[in-house]
């Protein structure tokens, strides 16, 4: 009995293998070859470096040394949080992200978090329509962010700007048009004394040096840099980059404000912004 059963099963196992066997390989027409054929191995790293970026995200007017000191953003594609392009300080302007993604529809976000006083908000940037990569053309994500005087944005909530461009715009580099010289004149030199006094002083712009504006809301405010009083707000300050800086303000039933200033934090900028509003006391 046991070596009935035995057979019954190993037949009934093997019957519908052998009709699998004589129906022979699935098959595809060319169209449908693209939506359901996956490659066996991905592209070595050298290849897959050679494919043209295909998806460009800018989050620019994020911080400053101003009302938006500190505030910063966050971008995610499929819930995956995206990290930058550059190196993040907390007076970064611009955001940019450049990468490659495979065609189709993805699920963007974006997160814009300001520093209110003491406690941080949060505002969410979404795009105004579904937001796709496809074959041939660069996605392009905007969002230039329009803020109040305390740093928090005046629409809620911010939007992205999707626009999608030829990728071969994005390759092609206009070449360079040569104009020809006309051949130069020759003049007699000036005498030295008339040369002195035609051409104007020399201005070479201290390196070692920023200019800091201060407003406040209301103006008025005793200002104090590194111990010195310097004037009243609205003023502009000539501070060394190279150094550390305290600033110190305080008006008559207002609480004082005191704000650090990291050398770090000047980089390359001629003028910093700072904009405090005075809270009563």
């Known amino acids: ?3 009935a059963k035995t057979g019954l099963i190993i037949f009934a196992v093997l019957i519908p293998v052998l009709m699998l066997s004589c129906l022979g390989p699935k098959k595809l027409t ?8 996956k490659p066996v191995e991905q592209l070595p790293v050298y290849d897959l470096e050679s494919i043209p970026a295909n998806f460009e995200v800018t989050i620019e007017n994020v911080a400053d040394m101003g009302s938006s000191y500190k505030n910063h953003t966050a971008f995610y594609i499929n819930d995956y949080l995206i990290m930058p392009d550059e190196d993040i300080t907390n007076v970064q302007n611009a955001y940019h992200y450049k990468l490659k993604l495979q065609p189709g529809f993805y699920n963007i ?20 329509t579904k937001v796709m990569v496809k074959p041939g053309f660069i996605t392009k994500v905007q969002c230039k962010i329009e803020k109040n005087w305390d740093g928090t944005p005046l629409n809620n909530p911010l939007l992205f700007q999707v626009s999608y461009l030829p990728l071969t715009q994005q390759n092609t580099r206009q070449p360079k048009v040569v104009k020809p010289q006309a051949p130069r004149q020759q003049r007699r030199p000036a005498p030295v004394a008339k040369m002195r006094r035609q051409l104007p002083p020399k201005k070479f712009p201290n390196k070692h040096m920023v200019v800091l504006q201060i407003n406040t809301a209301p103006t008025g405010a005793d200002v104090i840099v590194d111990d010195k009083y310097i004037g009243q707000t609205p003023l502009r300050v000539q501070i060394d980059r190279d150094n550390d800086h305290i600033l110190q303000l305080s008006l008559k039933g207002y609480e004082d404000v005191i704000k650090y200033f990291d050398k770090t ?11 405090q509003k005075l809270k009563a006391k």
């Open 1 to 3: 009995m046991k070596s």
């Open 30 to 37: 060319t169209d449908q070859t693209f939506l359901n054929l």
């Open 109 to 128: 976000k974006g997160e814009y978090f300001a520093l209110d006083g003491f406690s941080e908000r949060k505002f969410t940037i979404k795009p105004q």
């Open 265 to 275: 934090q000047f980089g390359r900028e001629k003028t910093i912004h700072f904009l």
